[in-house]
């Protein structure tokens, strides 16, 4: 049993500070005298970090700022919304060690008018930072209107009651967390935009050789989502992209099987190129390779190349 306080790192959003606290609880559900502190990272204390780490955005340098703090010996563990956390760059001291069940992984329709994207006017302006989102909306429709949008759920939703946009497009999880689900208008199906990587999942990073720490975790991971994730993420290496790209993908299990999906579009939406594989669920880097290699070879890799 880790008999000292595990300091728990997490960023000072409300939607960040209620995935810590459910982490907690999982935790607290397994080992009921566990002892844990929250610590919330300011983004004032994110100053220091942001001319170090430039040519992060604002979600990159939140994570590295959480990194630091468990390089630091500041923090024990740290979370995350598994979508936002780095593919390549993850410092080689630390680990995604554990993923909580997951959550909705799909796209959500937020409008205080319209109850579909089908039901959107003609030239929509639509609120979305995510290049996938736009190059999904835009093949969906190409006479949407897509604007950056940016801030928390709730200075995005601000925007929206200011009438700004017409729709925004949030996560459905997140929505659901913040318990905004009521505000959702439309889930977005698979076939209409495919998540990111991780979307609606729960992950918590820790030092590698954290043995007795990662011991904790390895009891309330899920090993069904880590699986999932683990391909998703394994797709985007393969792909040298990051979670900021125009990649979409999305994994499930069908009886042993992993079925993994991968999307690769131009940010204008003319073009969109997605392929699927199915295989045994123990060979997922297998599986990730091969359909990575597949949309490469099917123009991804131009598409990436432009970007």
Request: charged share 25%; proline share 3%.
């Amino acid at each position: 049993m880790f008999k000292q306080i595990l300091k728990i790192a997490t960023r000072n959003s409300p939607l960040a500070l209620i995935q810590a606290r459910y982490v907690q609880q999982k935790l607290y559900s397994i080992y009921p005298f566990l002892r844990t502190e929250l610590i919330p990272i300011q983004t004032h204390e994110t100053s220091t970090i942001i001319n170090k780490w430039k040519h992060y955005s604002s979600k990159g340098i939140f994570i590295k700022a959480l990194e630091i703090a468990l390089l630091e010996y500041k923090a024990d563990i740290a979370i995350h919304s598994v979508k936002d956390i780095p593919i390549i760059n993850m410092s080689k001291n630390l680990q995604l060690s554990a993923i909580l069940k997951r959550g909705n992984p799909l796209d959500a329709l937020i409008s205080n008018v319209y109850n579909k994207l089908s039901e959107l006017p003609k030239n929509a302006l639509i609120g979305t930072s995510s290049l996938r989102r736009k190059s999904q909306l835009l093949n969906y429709r190409n006479d949407f209107i897509i604007k950056p949008i940016y801030g928390n759920i709730e200075t995005r939703l601000k925007k929206l009651d200011e009438g700004k946009y017409d729709a925004i497009i949030l996560s459905t999880e997140g929505m659901k967390r913040l318990k905004l689900q009521k505000r959702i208008k439309e889930i977005i199906p698979l076939e209409i935009s495919l998540p990111s990587c991780g979307q609606g999942a729960i992950g918590i990073q820790s030092r590698k050789k954290d043995q007795k720490i990662n011991a904790l975790l390895k009891q309330i991971n899920d090993k069904n989502s880590f699986l999932r994730v683990q391909a998703e993420r394994f797709l985007c290496l393969y792909l040298n992209a990051s979670c900021h790209s125009p990649i979409g993908s999305y994994a499930t299990f069908k009886d042993n099987q992993i079925i993994l999906m991968g999307l690769v579009g131009t940010i204008d939406g003319k073009t969109i190129i997605r392929r699927q594989k199915l295989g045994n669920h123990i060979d997922i880097k297998k599986i990730s390779f091969d359909l990575a290699k597949e949309l490469l070879q099917n123009g991804a890799k131009n598409i990436l190349h432009a970007i």
